[in-house]
DNA sequence: ATGGTTGACTCTCAA
């Protein structure tokens, strides 16, 4: 069967609706993962995604800051969390699909403004899980599961995943220690990067847009902040990779846009 | 070098 999965740094689920309803029927995938959702789970609108069709649900969600949910119209099995760095914020979700394929969303740290981790506890904060994330997934290299893995890393790991390389060296998101830190992550489970493997290295390939610009689409200067990796096992899975640029344009947008893709399973 | 905008929520923080 064909398997449809999106994934979509929301910034707040609540304010999102109409977007979520338009989502929903120009892309219509089986399964959804959010990240920033910002509520706690209780005030979670489960009502719309049952009325889109997604009757089954992983939320895990918080007041205010972070939240990840796994939306799905196929049956969700073994839901899990991780905490990482004894911080109790939401940023990781796992579930499993028909077929034992994992789903790890995953919403790692923006890192602040200041990209020293001596100076910036946020920063370090990001490094911290990066390290924490490459040690999990490495642990686990050579287990042969089907696993595919989504989110807003916040790290645009390569020079056309950014407006200008040079200009961001030195901006969190694109520091060579945080590029560094993810490929090494990418490398200690061997997931193949989903969105690389349809849109080549070459091109330019964003997937956010800052709030703070005038005109986004004129000036351009995005980051490929979100991710869709693919065990070794379920990459041979990928038929094909959208980026809805389209989304930031949209009213009320996210400054992310959904990525998609498509597997046969 | 700075400011620009958005969202949740409190009179500010995080992104």
């Not at 119209?73 to 905490?83: F, M, Q, S, V």
């Not at 956010?208 to 200067?221: C, H, K, P, V």
Request: aromatic share 8%.
């Amino acid at each position: 069967m064909r398997l449809k999965l999106t994934t979509w740094n929301v910034n707040s689920v609540r304010i999102r609706g109409q977007l979520l309803r338009r989502i929903a029927a120009e892309i219509n995938p089986d399964v959804l993962c959010l990240q920033e959702t910002k509520v706690e789970d209780g005030l979670f609108p489960m009502a719309l995604f049952h009325e889109l069709g997604f009757n089954h649900a992983y939320i895990h969600g918080q007041r205010a800051y972070h939240g990840v949910a796994v939306l799905s119209k196929l049956p969700l099995e073994a839901p899990r969390a991780h905490k990482w760095c004894n911080v109790d914020d939401c940023r990781h979700a796992v579930v499993e699909l028909p077929g034992g394929i994992e789903v790890h969303n995953l919403y790692v740290p923006a890192g602040g403004d200041v990209p020293d981790p001596e100076v910036n506890r946020k920063f370090k904060h990001k490094l911290d899980m990066l390290e924490a994330l490459t040690g999990f997934y490495g642990a686990r290299e050579g287990d042969g599961k089907k696993m595919i893995l989504v989110g807003d890393l916040n790290i645009a790991p390569l020079e056309t995943d950014v407006w200008s390389h040079k200009q961001l060296l030195d901006v969190v998101s694109h520091t060579p220690v945080e590029t560094d830190g993810l490929k090494r992550l990418q490398a200690a489970y061997g997931f193949v990067d989903a969105m690389r493997a349809i849109v080549p290295p070459e091109e330019r390939l964003y997937t956010w847009w800052s709030y703070r610009n005038r005109d986004w689409a004129a000036s351009n200067r995005g980051r490929r902040l979100d991710h869709v990796w693919l065990s070794p096992a379920l990459a041979p899975a990928l038929r094909g990779m959208e980026v809805k640029r389209e989304a930031r344009g949209w009213e009320q947008p996210s400054d992310h846009v959904p990525v998609t893709i498509e597997l046969e399973v």
